[in-house]
């Protein structure tokens, strides 16, 4: 057998050394993850979380003015556990446009010192939002004590528009970026806020994953689907201040489509460490450390 050329063999050991450095790279990135996750909802085995920091039930009232009358459990019409929806296992199915509050805790759960907020929200969805959602705002997730306005992370399905946009937005309190108490909308500080993606990959046939990067200490927030980056907000510079007995992770607000694999971790993560979420499994990152 032919020996290989020196320069060959450099060039050998070179690629060795660096697919195990990336190897490497990945699991010290998994084991990053795996301390950080505060809380993970797979929707396997029920609607309440598989893992969590604060209160792992999830919670259904009325509305969200009416969230002191919630009641643990799954109560919402039209909003099913699907046991072989998900990526593996379950999901949740919003069958129907959902206008009762579902909710989980965020006390414990999303990590705050009552003035900021540095976590990151991971979830994946299911739909075509020209064909499944009727006219107006859906918002698959929505963490305040408040409104979308005050002291709030959310995404959005823009209202009549086709192609849809989505959006991210984050707004800490609203007494600080709104001092004049204009209408939301009309304020010049309210779509430079946002992160808008013209044309969203959501498909009815493939699932696609959203992540949310705060840290307001730094001051932005990043959104990514599938693992890229689509875009950062920099004009997050007042502070985060809630009423943790009614700060919530609500989901599926007047949303149509499925929803899996929710997943709070207690720092934002990094480009390469979203990457690596994006590939892999809720019970990979909640197995106990080796």
């Known amino acids: 057998m032919q020996r290989p050329s020196s320069t060959a063999a450099l060039l050998l050991l070179a690629l060795s050394s660096c ?9 010290a990135s998994v084991d990053a993850l795996r301390a950080s996750l505060s809380f993970c909802a797979t ?3 029920g609607v309440d979380a598989d893992l969590a920091r604060g209160d792992a039930r999830l919670f259904t ?25 998900g990526r593996s296992g379950g999901a949740l199915h919003f069958q129907a446009q959902n206008r009762t509050a579902l909710f989980y805790s ?8 009552g ?7 991971s979830f994946w969805l299911k739909l075509d939002p020209d064909l499944d959602l009727e006219p107006g705002f859906f918002d698959p997730i929505q963490v305040t004590d408040k409104s979308y306005d005050d002291g709030a992370v959310w995404v959005d399905f823009t209202k009549d528009e086709t192609p849809r946009r989505f959006r991210m937005g984050v707004f800490g309190d609203k007494e600080v970026w709104n001092a004049e108490g204009l209408e939301t909308k009309d304020h010049p500080d309210y779509e430079p806020r946002l992160v808008a993606v013209e044309e969203p990959p959501f498909t009815r046939e493939q699932w696609t994953q959203v992540t949310v990067t705060v840290d307001t200490g730094e001051g932005y927030a990043r959104l990514y689907l599938n693992g890229e980056l689509q875009g950062t907000s920099t004009r997050i510079a007042e502070a985060f201040t809630w009423d943790m007995e009614r700060a919530a992770v609500r989901i599926g607000l007047y949303y149509v489509g499925y929803f899996d694999e929710l997943m709070v971790f207690d720092r934002a993560l990094d480009a390469a460490e979203v990457r690596v979420l994006h590939g892999a499994r809720p ?5 106990a450390r080796r």
């Open 19 to 27: 697919a195990a450095t990336s190897s490497d790279d990945e699991i």
């Open 43 to 45: 929707y396997d085995a």
């Open 61 to 85: 009232a009325p509305s969200y003015r009416q969230q002191s009358e919630a009641a643990a459990g799954l109560g919402a019409p039209g909003v099913v556990l699907a046991p072989d929806a």
């Open 106 to 113: 965020a006390e414990g759960n999303v990590p705050t010192d």
């Open 115 to 121: 003035a900021s907020l540095d976590c990151t929200f």
């Open 283 to 287: 019970a990979e990152l909640m197995a």
